[in-house]
């Protein structure tokens, strides 16, 4: 993995977005770790004190799922999602920029469109007060916020790789 392109650079707009996804990376662990927690909590509660779990499944699942969410930016920080390497290994340096340059572009597109959609989403569950069907019933617009929230810095972090490739901070 390469060093992340907020520590290479100068810019203080790309190290700005840098902090950001990293504090994205330290909340995703965090919601990793809680719901590790709340399922050694869940399985004590049912099979030690033989009680019934009421909200420790929902919760693991939405944690998790945020994890993920807000997770995003911190990974493309440091490069983690997978990716083929041999076809830019294989291009010249004036080409591989401009896959890069590509690459970003579409992965920003896609990103945005589900961030809109997922806000969109947030906002009708907000609006109509939409519950879980369960007997803890939490309020959905809570755990679908993860979505525009995620996408949506995951689409910074995209922006500020794509400057940093633009202004020759990183090759592509």
Not at 8 to 36: H, Q, Y
Not at 121 to 150: C, E
Request: net charge positive; hydrophobic share 60%; glycine share 6%.
């Amino acid at each position: 993995m390469s060093e992340p392109v907020s520590q290479r650079a100068e810019s203080p707009l790309l190290k700005a977005i840098g902090f950001i996804s990293t504090l994205c990376g330290i909340a995703a662990a965090t919601m990793i770790f809680i719901s590790v927690l709340i399922t050694c909590q869940m399985i004590w509660m049912r099979f030690v004190m033989n009680a019934s779990t009421i909200w420790q499944t929902e919760m693991v699942v939405y944690l998790m799922i945020a994890a993920t969410m807000i997770g995003l930016p911190y990974v493309q920080r440091l490069r983690g999602h997978v990716n083929v390497d041999l076809l830019p290994m294989l291009l010249p340096p004036p080409l591989r920029r401009a896959l890069a340059l590509f690459t970003l572009a579409l992965t920003i597109a896609v990103a945005a469109v589900i961030a809109f959609y997922g806000f969109e989403l947030f906002h009708i569950a907000f609006q109509r007060n939409w519950k879980s069907d369960t007997v803890w019933g939490v309020s959905l617009w809570i755990p679908y916020l993860a979505i525009p929230l995620g996408f949506g810095l995951f689409v910074l972090q995209l922006a500020a790789d794509l400057f940093a490739v633009v202004i020759g901070r990183e090759n592509g």
